[in-house]
């Protein structure tokens, strides 16, 4: 795609743009107008838009169409890019809000709404600090947008599919922020440089129904579920790899769907989740699960089916003259210099690992997903004057 030059910008105000996008009630996979809403204030600054709609099986079986943009402005070979998403989790029991998620109220100068902190906050005060910076003039090199409408759902027609589109068609981003609520306790204390990987596998022991009192006529399946459970939650994975935490592996239901009490099910179901460092792969784990399966396949003479869903391997941006200009902006904004951290769980950072580093910076996300999710107006002004920072110090060393 060819890249607009730089036009005459108006200064965005980045409370309002984020009260716009939340006011759309962009639940995944529904849009709901919000990405129209990033692409016409993207355009007035001068960006070339693309939209990249595509289509496949969603959550829940469904038929899932997601609506994600690239924009790009500028011909420089140096690009920075911010990676966001508009799709919100659904806000729960509506009566439990202290305002309506939808409706972006602010009160004693804090911003309500579903997506305020993940992550609408975080692409308001992104594009009013590109506007910042194009006010002084042409910056130094190109920047991009990569926004997707299917982070918090499968992630399956996201960020995933236009990277591979992105690739295909020899795009070059030199590095990447992500706009996800790094921060723990107060705004920039912590960036993350890196993510554990992450893998979903279910386990189903087919045996024989029958009475409880006749057990030899009928073949138990939840002894043999239960064994091997225990037996992979008892396994020690490694003891940690560099900058990350121990893999582990957390048993997260077992299901047998047997409501009478003298009946021996025909099946039991268990699945677990493993957050994993680079000391493992999801190729690995699998391989190893599946082993263990079969183990107690041979040993209980029941048939086991395993399936697995690998989200994606563990990455780590190695600390360098990125991640260094991203310290320094935060740190000559706020006067504290961000811990880089690998903990906590997946991103679309995943993703695009595979076209440059890449790193995530943003508000704090302790009211992310809950009720009253909620930023204040205050901490949102205070992340634009951050994110302009970032992109001076970024684009004045790629």
Known sequence: MSAASPAPSNVIDPVELTRDLIRRPSVTPADEGAMDVIERVLTGLGFTCRRLAFEGPGGEGQHARIENLYARLGNASSNLCFAGHTDVVPTGNLTAWSAQPFEAEVIDGVLYGRGAVDMKGGIGAWIAAVSRVLTEGEPKGSLSFLITGDEEGPALHGTKRVVQT??????????????????????????????????????????????????????????????????????????????????????????????ATNLIPAEATGRLNIRFNPAQTGEGLMTWLNQEAGQAQADSGLRIDVEHLHSGDAFLTEPGPFVKAVQDAVEGVLGRRPEASTTGGTSDARFIRALCPVLELGLVGQTMHQIDERVPVAELEALTGVYEAVIKRVLARV
Not at 172 to 177: F, P
Not at 186 to 215: E, M
Not at 230 to 248: I, K, M, T, W
Request: glycine share 10%; with cysteine; hydrophobic share 35%.
């Open 166 to 259: 992105l690739m295909e068609e020899g795009e070059v981003i030199d590095a990447c922020v992500v706009g996800e609520p790094s921060s723990q306790q107060v705004l920039g204390d912590c960036i993350k440089i890196g993510r554990r990987g992450s893998l979903n596998t279910w386990i189903t022991v087919h045996g024989k129904q029958g009475h409880v009192a006749y057990p030899e006529r009928a073949a138990n399946p939840v002894p043999v579920l239960a064994r091997l459970m225990a037996r992979l939650a008892d396994h020690r994975l490694d003891e940690g790899y560099e900058a990350f935490q121990p893999s582990n592996l957390e048993l997260t239901t077992m299901d047998v769907g047997n409501t």
